[in-house]
């Protein structure tokens, strides 16, 4: 997670999101205040429900449309636990075998990372990795430094 006094990053992961810390990380202001960077603003919260308040900040939580995000996340579980039975089939349905062999699904991780109750009561941007430019660029022109403008 990435704290600014505009913003708050939140990081879906397998969505551009160690590339977007290392932009995020160049803004004045902008730090990375713990290791759990793939933390949810409720996750933030429930660890720290006295000191951690997103206040009038936006959230930008990076994204990655279907079925490219499911296609990566599950390539990348069957990479770090080739020993479980992972089935591609199951794809179709949006599900997939997590590293402890649980069931992962997609729509768990959208859920979290972007739950009703977040999109309800706080400002919420989305950071497309299909249309990252644009969305980067609309998302945090304000914070960006001077030396990016025209860029």
Do not use: C
């Amino acid at each position: 997670m990435i704290i600014h006094p505009n913003f708050i990053y939140v990081h879906f992961p397998k969505t551009g999101g160690m590339r977007m810390r290392e932009l995020l990380l160049t803004i004045p202001g902008a730090e990375e205040v713990d290791d759990h960077h793939h933390d949810s603003i409720e996750d933030r919260i429930e660890r720290d429900p006295f000191g951690f308040k997103v206040g009038n900040r936006t959230v930008v939580v990076g994204f990655r449309r279907l079925p490219s995000w499911l296609a990566s996340r599950y390539a990348f579980e069957r990479q770090r636990s080739p020993h479980l039975p992972h089935d591609p089939q199951r794809l179709a349905t949006g599900w997939f075998l997590e590293q402890d062999g649980s069931d992962g699904f997609a729509d768990f991780y959208a859920r979290k990372w972007a739950s009703p109750w977040l999109v309800e009561n706080h400002r919420v941007l989305f950071v497309r990795q299909e249309h990252f430019a644009d969305d980067f660029f609309s998302a945090f022109s304000e914070d960006l430094p001077a030396e990016w403008a025209g860029d």
